[in-house]
């Protein structure tokens, strides 16, 4: 056995959510401004997720900002959709 093997293949489901027509404006505005709101895992095997936010294009996107907490799978789409909105909301115009 190879020193990876970490004893399971079980996938960690990051929940499901449905943006509403506003949310999804928000995030198409979102990539179209180079501003980048995407979870990331807290720690390998946890699911619990902190949410990232870059600016910027790849590969040279800049770190702006982490959540100060993780997000369950319950939660973390409905957030993720809410810092889009809110830099929607802030820059829009």
């Not at 995030?27 to 699911?47: H, K």
């Amino acid at each position: 056995m190879s020193a990876a093997y970490h004893g399971r293949n079980k996938k960690i489901s990051m929940g499901s959510y449905s943006r509403s027509e506003e949310e999804d404006k928000a995030c198409l505005w979102c990539l179209e401004n180079d501003i980048c709101i995407t979870p990331r895992q807290s720690a390998w095997g946890i699911p619990s997720w902190y949410i990232d936010i870059e600016t910027g294009g790849y590969p040279n996107r800049k770190l702006i900002g982490t959540s100060p907490r993780s997000y369950g799978k319950n939660t973390i789409w409905a957030k993720v959709s809410e810092y889009q909105k809110y830099y929607y909301d802030k820059y829009k115009n």
